[in-house]
């Protein structure tokens, strides 16, 4: 760090998606560059936010309130050893 400008960039808890980091920065004299160097990033999603867990909770879902209805109407087949 060189006096109150910071040298380094957190960036936490982005949402999924396509992101463009851009620089510009300065010399020790002062002079600033004139393009601006650019970092193209992308941040995948978490395992819960992809559409195959969404449908794989709802498969799951679905068959244990299916089981349970059947359950709750005298079809419950539960054996004892």
Excluded at 48 to 64: D, G, H, K, P, S
């Amino acid at each position: 760090m060189r006096g109150d400008h910071p040298t380094f960039q957190v960036k936490e808890d982005l949402p999924p998606g396509k992101y463009s980091f851009r620089v510009i920065a300065s010399n020790s004299d002062g002079v600033w560059n004139d393009t601006a160097t650019k970092l193209d990033l992308s941040v995948a999603p978490a395992y819960y936010q992809t559409n195959w867990f969404r449908a794989l909770c709802a498969v799951i879902f679905m068959a244990l309130a299916g089981r349970r209805t059947s359950c709750v109407f005298g079809n419950c087949n539960i054996s004892s050893t």
